[in-house]
Each structure stands twice: as structure tokens, then as C-alpha cells.
């Protein structure tokens, strides 16, 4: 694994454009400095490090977010009709004025900056935890960034079955809003809850989630990412995996300037499952980025990549994952698909899908492919009378279904089918 390549003063740089957060407990202000040790040792990401070398961090970086003007509200944002605990944060910084009551029957709800400030907490364990483990063996250094300097976002605590599910919602109103929120949710041995995730957010968004998951427990976390043109988004997602435990993850991601979704899942804890999907739409100056890493350290467990992107206009799709094995962690049943449907010449993707097996009962496999729309199958269904515009949807639907059907809620699965659909509409010509 080649080292990052350093650049003391773009981290020096990224470093004082935050302000530093209110002082907390000693436990939370030990922690943020070990992570400001940690971006300080690997530097601020650049172009030449191995897993950058298909996207480019400059805007991610840079002193200043560009401009990224709020789009008008939707009319129907995504999950509105989904019945749910609501937590708004505008440009950043939560809006209790906005949000529903953060209490619910099996689910302790309490903003960050609080369950840092106390002396005794369940967080001590898991805030800057997971993230620092994901550091190895790859550098994460945005989102060491994160746990050094983020003041807002929610610790979740699961008890019970969640009766709701609880939905983080991001509004965006100023121009050159540069946001960072750090999320840490917590899944007690038998309990259950489902997170969901939307809306513009920032200009530039830096977010983090460490989510633990102990025996017996399930989190199903679903989130849409999207609308605004411009947006730059930098996203890491960590998770670990306790006994026969149950953790799957969405993610739409339509329009957006650059995205980079990380997410970092171990495995700790046999007879586990852990499915991680996505897919993203988008044209023009569209650039997505999924990187994931999946480590199996436990016995008999399913982990599940899938990722599907279609792109058009000279967009640009990035697929970097990996399944490590490691010795011991025999019965492993390992998937791994990245695909893009290139619907011009101009477009772009690229993928590095990765085995690491020291274990020699297991099934894994990995494929990425790209291509056109199959002419074979669309002059089919022209035959039969569909529209060619028609046509060219209902192919993109179902390529893109297989990622869809990881949501195990039919009603929010049929409202991300209704979204991209709505998007294909909406980009006819």
C-alpha cells in the first residue's frame, strides 16, 4: 500500500479555516486531538495518493467552497411521506424549530455537542473509534478532519425496535455554506432502527457516521443525495458488525459537482450480514466517487457490494472497493459488483475492484463492467411499439434496479424508483 503523499501546508491550511470547536470533556478533547495528530501525520489528500489517483480532492481542500446558490424547496422533498422522526439541520447547524421532538420510544436521541460535554457516556466508546480503525490501511484523512473539528450532528441510541424511523434532513441557504457533521449511532444487542438521510445540505459537505451494531441488532440506513448542481460532498460512512447482526446501506445520488462516499465496514461478530449499495445518475460536470472497504474478521458472515451508475454529457463515475479476508474467517460469502451504463461517448468510469483472501473456505467474487445501452434489447422493445425515449427509461430502470432492491422497505424503495424516474423525465434531450 503506497503511502500518502504529504503536503504540510494544505493541511496546515484546512486546519485553520476551521474554527475549533467548543471545549468538551477531557475524553472528547483527547480524541479530537489524536484525530488532528492523524491528518497532521497523513496529510490533507491529494491527486498522487493511490486511492485519489480517479478523482481529484483540490475543491474538497481548497480555502474557500464555491458558489452553490440554494435551489427553490421541492415541492415532495424525498421521504416526506415517510413516517418518521424529523431532525433538521440548516447550512450545519440543527434547527429545533424545524425538527420534530428528538424522543421516541426505543431510541435515545441527543445532539453531539452534549453527549461530548458529559463526563460519563456511552460515545466515549464509539466517537473517533471506528474512525480511527478505518484509517488502516488505507488514509482517511477527511475524515480525520471531521472528528477533529465537527461541533454539530446527533448520537443515536438504540434500545429497542424503533416503532419510526429517524430522518436526518440537510437545508442549504447560504451560498458558500462549508458544513461538517458527525453523526454516531449506537445499536444495543436486540434492537433495531432505520436512519434516513436527505437534502442539499452545503455548498461543501464533510460528514461523518459511526454506526455499531451489537449482537442480534439490525440498522437499515437509507439516504438521498441530490438536486443541487454544485454541491462538493465528502462522506464516511463506518460500521461494525456484532454477531449475527444485520446492517444495509442505500445511497441515491443525483446531480452534484463531486461526491465521495467512503464507507469502512468490519466485520467483528459471526453469522453477520452487511450489504452496502448505491447507485448515481447524473450529466455534464458530474463527478461521483463510491470507495468502500469490507473487512471479514469473524466466521460464516455476507457481505454485499452493489453499485450501479449512469452517466451522460462527459460525466465521470468512480467505483474503488475491496473484500479483505482475513486468516481464520472461514464460510465468508463475499460480493462485489460495480456497473455504468455510459449512455454517450463522453462519458467516464472507472473502477479498481479488489479481493485480499487468507482464509480458504470462503465465496467471494467481484466484477465491474461498463457500456452502452444494449441496442439488441431496445430495438425489442421499439418493435413492440415503446417510445424510443420511453424505452432508453425503462432500460435505465432496470439496470439500475439490482441496487435498488437492497432497501428492504417496498415503500421507500418505490420512492427512490419514483425519483430516478423523475429524473430521467426531467433530462428527456
Given at each position: 500500500?503506497?503511502?500518502?503523499?504529504?503536503?504540510?501546508?494544505?493541511?496546515?491550511?484546512?486546519?485553520?479555516?476551521?474554527?475549533?470547536?467548543?471545549?468538551?470533556?477531557?475524553?472528547?478533547?483527547?480524541?479530537?486531538?489524536?484525530?488532528?495528530?492523524?491528518?497532521?501525520?497523513?496529510?490533507?489528500?491529494?491527486?498522487?495518493?493511490?486511492?485519489?489517483?480517479?478523482?481529484?480532492?483540490?475543491?474538497?481542500?481548497?480555502?474557500?467552497?464555491?458558489?452553490?446558490?440554494?435551489?427553490?424547496?421541492?415541492?415532495?422533498?424525498?421521504?416526506?411521506?415517510?413516517?418518521?422522526?424529523?431532525?433538521?439541520?440548516?447550512?450545519?447547524?440543527?434547527?429545533?424549530?424545524?425538527?420534530?421532538?428528538?424522543?421516541?420510544?426505543?431510541?435515545?436521541?441527543?445532539?453531539?455537542?452534549?453527549?461530548?460535554?458529559?463526563?460519563?457516556?456511552?460515545?466515549?466508546?464509539?466517537?473517533?473509534?471506528?474512525?480511527?480503525?478505518?484509517?488502516?490501511?488505507?488514509?482517511?484523512?477527511?475524515?480525520?478532519?471531521?472528528?477533529?473539528?465537527?461541533?454539530?450532528?446527533?448520537?443515536?441510541?438504540?434500545?429497542?425496535?424503533?416503532?419510526?424511523?429517524?430522518?436526518?434532513?440537510?437545508?442549504?441557504?447560504?451560498?458558500?455554506?462549508?458544513?461538517?457533521?458527525?453523526?454516531?449511532?449506537?445499536?444495543?444487542?436486540?434492537?433495531?432502527?432505520?436512519?434516513?438521510?436527505?437534502?442539499?445540505?452545503?455548498?461543501?459537505?464533510?460528514?461523518?457516521?459511526?454506526?455499531?451494531?451489537?449482537?442480534?441488532?439490525?440498522?437499515?440506513?437509507?439516504?438521498?443525495?441530490?438536486?443541487?448542481?454544485?454541491?462538493?460532498?465528502?462522506?464516511?460512512?463506518?460500521?461494525?458488525?456484532?454477531?449475527?447482526?444485520?446492517?444495509?446501506?442505500?445511497?441515491?445520488?443525483?446531480?452534484?459537482?463531486?461526491?465521495?462516499?467512503?464507507?469502512?465496514?468490519?466485520?467483528?461478530?459471526?453469522?453477520?450480514?452487511?450489504?452496502?449499495?448505491?447507485?448515481?445518475?447524473?450529466?455534464?460536470?458530474?463527478?461521483?466517487?463510491?470507495?468502500?472497504?469490507?473487512?471479514?474478521?469473524?466466521?460464516?458472515?455476507?457481505?454485499?457490494?452493489?453499485?450501479?451508475?449512469?452517466?451522460?454529457?462527459?460525466?465521470?463515475?468512480?467505483?474503488?472497493?475491496?473484500?479483505?479476508?482475513?486468516?481464520?474467517?472461514?464460510?465468508?460469502?463475499?460480493?462485489?459488483?460495480?456497473?455504468?451504463?455510459?449512455?454517450?461517448?463522453?462519458?467516464?468510469?472507472?473502477?479498481?475492484?479488489?479481493?485480499?483472501?487468507?482464509?480458504d473456505d470462503v465465496a467471494c467474487s467481484h466484477g465491474s463492467t461498463c457500456g452502452a445501452v444494449d441496442e439488441t434489447?431496445?430495438?425489442?422493445?421499439?418493435?413492440?411499439?415503446?417510445?424510443?425515449?420511453?424505452?432508453?427509461?425503462?432500460?435505465?430502470?432496470?439496470?439500475?434496479?439490482?441496487?435498488?432492491?437492497?432497501?428492504?422497505?417496498?415503500?421507500?424503495?418505490?420512492?427512490?424508483?419514483?425519483?430516478?424516474?423523475?429524473?430521467?423525465?426531467?433530462?428527456?434531450?
Open positions: 500500500m503506497a503511502a500518502p503523499v504529504k503536503d504540510p501546508s494544505l493541511t496546515d491550511s484546512i486546519l485553520a479555516r476551521h474554527a475549533a470547536p467548543a471545549k468538551a470533556s477531557h475524553w472528547a478533547e483527547a480524541t479530537r486531538n489524536d484525530a488532528r495528530a492523524r491528518l497532521l501525520a497523513t496529510g490533507a489528500p491529494v491527486r498522487r495518493d493511490e486511492y485519489w489517483r480517479y478523482t481529484d480532492p483540490a475543491p474538497l481542500t481548497a480555502d474557500e467552497a464555491t458558489d452553490c446558490p440554494p435551489l427553490e424547496p421541492e415541492t415532495s422533498p424525498v421521504f416526506d411521506d415517510v413516517d418518521a422522526l424529523r431532525l433538521v439541520f440548516v447550512d450545519g447547524v440543527f434547527a429545533p424549530d424545524l425538527s420534530d421532538e428528538a424522543a421516541m420510544d426505543g431510541v435515545e436521541i441527543q445532539p453531539l455537542s452534549e453527549a461530548l460535554n458529559a463526563d460519563i457516556h456511552w460515545a466515549k466508546d464509539l466517537y473517533g473509534a471506528l474512525e480511527a480503525a478505518g484509517q488502516t490501511p488505507v488514509a482517511r484523512p477527511l475524515a480525520a478532519l471531521n472528528t477533529a473539528v465537527a461541533a454539530d450532528g446527533f448520537v443515536i441510541r438504540a434500545t429497542g425496535i424503533a416503532p419510526k424511523p429517524v430522518h436526518l434532513r440537510y437545508l442549504h441557504r447560504e451560498d458558500r455554506s462549508d458544513v461538517v457533521i458527525r453523526h454516531l449511532v449506537r445499536v444495543e444487542e436486540g434492537a433495531s432502527v432505520t436512519i434516513l438521510e436527505n437534502g442539499q445540505a452545503a455548498s461543501r459537505f464533510n460528514k461523518v457516521m459511526e454506526i455499531d451494531v451489537a449482537n442480534n441488532g439490525a440498522c437499515h440506513h437509507i439516504r438521498a443525495q441530490g438536486r443541487d448542481h454544485d454541491r462538493l460532498a465528502a462522506t464516511h460512512l463506518f460500521a461494525r458488525l456484532g454477531t449475527e447482526s444485520n446492517f444495509k446501506s442505500f445511497t441515491l445520488t443525483v446531480n452534484g459537482r463531486l461526491t465521495r462516499n467512503e464507507a469502512v465496514i468490519e466485520f467483528t461478530g459471526d453469522d453477520a450480514v452487511g450489504h452496502i449499495a448505491g447507485c448515481c445518475i447524473g450529466d455534464g460536470t458530474f463527478h461521483h466517487d463510491d470507495t468502500v472497504f469490507v473487512t471479514h474478521g469473524s466466521l460464516n458472515c455476507e457481505s454485499r457490494q452493489v453499485f450501479k451508475k449512469v452517466l451522460k454529457n462527459g460525466a465521470t463515475g468512480v467505483f474503488q472497493g475491496k473484500i479483505l479476508v482475513k486468516e481464520g474467517a472461514q464460510k465468508t460469502d463475499g460480493y462485489q459488483i460495480s456497473q455504468a451504463l455510459l449512455l454517450d461517448e463522453d462519458s467516464e468510469f472507472n473502477a479498481k475492484p479488489e479481493l485480499e483472501i487468507y482464509a434489447a431496445l430495438f425489442y422493445l421499439r418493435s413492440r411499439g415503446v417510445p424510443l425515449k420511453e424505452a432508453q427509461d425503462m432500460m435505465v430502470l432496470a439496470f439500475v434496479d439490482e441496487a435498488v432492491q437492497e432497501i428492504e422497505d417496498d415503500q421507500i424503495a418505490d420512492e427512490i424508483r419514483s425519483r430516478i424516474g423523475q429524473w430521467l423525465e426531467r433530462r428527456s434531450t
